[in-house]
């Protein structure tokens, strides 16, 4: 990609993906490396700026995470923050040890307005502050340029050689003018022009797979979520009849979902390309009937998938590329291009490929985060209700219907997860909840309705806020919503007598239910 670019160093810090998500909110173009790439790799790379992330290390213990000191000399500014900040001080010369004091949470910290960093940045400000090291002597060269109480240097800068260290986590939200430093940096002294946008990006991206795809046949596998449709999109706007489309409808979809799709991408929808839907509800339902052990329905959800994929891309014949819906943090996550490749396999790729006859694979979300897809989407003009989809697991309803999956628990579970989506957006909460969702529990309990005993069963609202979806807190719906939605499942929904909110945060639990 012909792009002006600020790179992110990981040393394996929880916040790398923000940091290179808060730069590109800066309009800068920003990727994820490794601290194990080769400084000439990175020399190649033209890049206007680096940043090397925090990291759960101590820099001056003998294995702990370190680069080429010949970084500092390649002319290029340089922040490092945390540990990045600290990783700069020792290699320069600095002083780095335990603090006497740990600081951890919101701190107010005392500015120098004269570094270029805090431009326009308040002289007390709050920061988040996250580390058990500090640096007791800046290297020379240096100045100190922000403190706080506990920690004499809460920033330094050696302004001749563009070189800046931050101990606070400016990429956090809870840092609260962050998003300014960070402008300063890649705007200010990398000098970047700000031209990552996501209007120009979709017009070259048609124009680029226009290109790559010539007269060739391309089959995309079409879930309903976010990334598959917007990637969908673009290739029918790039490609048009060229393009087929093969959605599966596994019977595990949300209450109308299967249509919605079909309305935008069908015949009658606005785009021109082959769209195959495969009604195969009742093949994934006599497959899962009877098993209740989580990872095998996992198992055989996905590959019950697969199955249906290939017959059909059989029918289809060869085809020169295949698209796949791949976004930027599966890529950080499968361990192509940070350090974090080992918290979480992560369930979009592979699979698919093996099964079909094809030339070339076409990511065009490859280098997109979840914001940008959304924004890209949008550009692309596709509706709102799909842009802003929650996250949806590829398993579906299956992994929220606790034990057995059958068609009736699945009508249950979608007339209740309808209400309830139904009544937070009718709040406004759909706005500020991270995901929320019902499911079905697999206890079945007494009640009355009506005179009458009932025996029937109970279903469970979940509703988080998460930043990343690897930790979670329950969310705080209002106690009157959730009446709401209680009356309206248990008059509506025939076979449910009981419904709970579940508050368990993540760890210990799960988002999901199995
Ligand atoms: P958990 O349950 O692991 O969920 O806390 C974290 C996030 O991931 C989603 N999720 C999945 N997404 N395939 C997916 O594409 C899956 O198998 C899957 N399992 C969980 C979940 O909805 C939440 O957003």
Redesign the pocket.
């Known amino acids: 990609m012909n792009q002006e670019k600020v790179i992110v160093i990981d040393f394996g810090g929880q916040y790398n993906q923000l940091v290179a998500r808060r730069v590109r909110e800066c309009n800068v173009y920003c990727e994820i490396y490794s601290y194990k790439t080769d400084i000439e790799q990175i020399k190649a790379m033209n890049t206007k700026g680096i940043i090397l992330t925090g990291g759960p290390n101590s820099c001056y213990e003998a294995d702990s995470p370190t680069y080429t000191s010949e970084l500092f000399d390649l002319g290029i500014p340089v922040l490092g923050l945390c540990y990045g900040a600290q990783l700069m001080m020792h290699m320069l010369g600095g002083k780095v040890e335990k603090a006497p004091v740990r600081e951890y949470g919101k701190t107010e910290v005392y500015v120098d307005k004269t570094s270029p960093l805090f431009d326009d940045v308040s002289e007390t400000t709050i920061c988040w502050m996250s580390h058990f090291d500090y640096i007791s002597k800046v290297a020379d060269g240096f100045r100190i340029v922000a403190h706080t109480a506990d920690c004499p240097v809460a920033a330094a800068e050696n302004g001749a050689k563009k070189l800046y260290a931050i101990q606070f986590h400016p990429e956090v939200l809870h840092t609260k003018e962050g998003s300014k430093m960070l402008y300063n940096f890649v705007r200010g002294i990398c000098g970047c022009a700000g031209t990552w946008r996501m209007d120009s990006f979709v017009e070259n991206s048609i124009k680029e797979i226009r290109e790559k795809v010539g007269g060739g046949k391309v089959l995309c596998a079409l879930s309903g979520g976010v990334d598959s449709s917007v990637a969908a999109v673009m290739l029918a706007k790039a490609i048009g009849g060229q393009l087929t489309c093969v959605f599966v409808d596994h019977g595990l979809l949300r209450k109308n979902e299967g249509d919605e799709v079909e309305e935008v991408f069908g015949p009658n929808g606005p785009y021109e390309l082959n769209f195959i839907r495969v009604n195969a509800q009742e093949r994934f339902y006599s497959k899962l009937a009877g098993v209740t052990e989580p990872e095998r329905k ?1 198992k055989i959800i996905g590959e019950e998938f697969i199955r249906v994929f290939e017959e059909e891309a059989k029918k289809i014949g060869a085809v020169d590329f295949l698209v796949q819906g791949t976004i930027y943090p599966d890529v950080v996550e499968s361990g192509l291009g940070g350090e974090s490749a080992v918290i979480k396999s992560h ?2 790729v592979g699979g698919l490929p093996d099964c079909v006859d094809f030339k070339e694979i076409i990511e065009p979300l490859r280098n997109l985060f979840k914001d940008e897809v959304r924004k890209a989407g949008l550009e692309l003009g596709i509706p709102e209700k799909l842009v802003f989809r929650q ?5 579906g309803l299956g ?1 929220r219907i606790i034990g057995e999956v059958t068609a009736e628990k699945v009508r249950i579970v979608q007339d209740a997860d309808a209400i309830y989506r139904e009544e937070i957006a009718k709040t406004g909460l759909d706005k500020s909840i991270g ?1 929320y969702f019902a499911a079905l529990t697999n206890m079945r309990s007494v009640g009355v309705m009506g005179d009458e005993r009932t025996y029937d069963y109970a279903v469970a609202l979940r509703a988080v806020n998460t930043v990343d ?1 690897m930790t ?1 807190e329950a969310a705080e719906v209002p106690f009157e919503v959730l009446q709401r939605v209680m009356s309206r499942i248990i008059n509506e929904v025939r076979g449910v007598n009981r419904v709970m909110y579940d508050l368990t945060s ?1 760890p210990p639990g ?3 239910f199995e």
């Open positions: 996992r369930h979009n996250p949806f697991p590829g398993p992994i995901q979806f979670a993540k799960t988002i999901e």
